[in-house]
């Protein structure tokens, strides 16, 4: 599995195709984000933001090979295992890029409650903010993993779909990214930094499940 993580991330990289999704994250938190806020507020801004971005790298890892080169990989390891690097790939390079911002966000925010006359730990402030974007990695993951190939072939109506689905996975009630969201801001009015682990499981339970799907149908279907 290794060399095909390798593999895949080297033709992400290569490819340049992740430009967009940073850059838009980039700019997203630059006019949300501004230095001084309470940090729980911010950390839940960012965090959110991880889930459009990763169901987006999923059909860009999912798309980047052409059909002929797809088939060769698959038929070496088997389709199942090369697109499970796929949607590995893009669930790292999602987690890593969260991780990145919850640190950025934690050393430029306000360590206080949202009223600023309750102090907030900065570690505990972190350490939540890095579970809330895991959360949003993984469901973002299992959004991309439903919504392009091989359940969805067509552009026009898989990126509809991507981007239906990341929106519901941020505003239904029940979903664990809205759930792990809505405890950061809740806890920076209450002046309790929160543990969602709980959002944190049920995300993963999902992505597995939607992974699962993804790679089971992929062995079914040719490109």
Do not use: K
């Not at 991330?9 to 195709?17: G, K, N, V």
């Not at 389709?79 to 966000?105: D, E, I, N």
């Not at 072939?153 to 990214?177: D, F, I, Q, T």
């Amino acid at each position: 599995m290794i060399p095909l993580l390798r593999y895949q991330s080297a033709l992400l990289l290569r490819s340049q195709r992740w430009l967009p999704p940073f850059l838009l994250y980039a700019v997203f938190l630059a006019i949300g984000v501004q230095s001084g806020q309470p940090v729980l507020d911010s950390l839940g801004y960012a965090a959110a933001a991880v889930l459009p971005v990763a169901a987006w790298l999923v059909r860009i890892c999912a798309t980047n090979e052409p059909p002929a080169a797809r088939s060769c990989v698959g038929a070496a390891v088997g389709p199942g295992r090369a697109h499970l690097a796929c949607l590995l790939v893009a669930l790292g390079a999602s987690a890593a890029l969260g991780t990145a911002a919850t640190v950025v966000v934690t050393l430029i925010s306000s360590h206080t409650s949202t009223d600023h006359r309750i102090r907030l730990s900065a570690v505990q402030s972190a350490g939540a903010g890095l579970i809330v974007a895991l959360v949003c990695a993984l469901l973002g993951t299992a959004v991309g993993a439903l919504t392009t190939w091989p359940l969805l072939r067509s552009p026009g109506r898989a990126v509809p779909a991507l981007m239906l689905a990341a929106l519901l996975a941020l505003v239904l009630s029940g979903s664990p990214a809205r759930t792990a969201v809505t405890a950061l801001v809740t806890g920076s009015q209450t002046a309790r930094v929160p543990a969602p682990l709980l959002p944190l499981a049920l995300a993963a339970l999902l992505t597995a499940a939607a992974v699962a799907v993804a790679c089971a149908l992929t062995t079914r279907r040719s490109p």
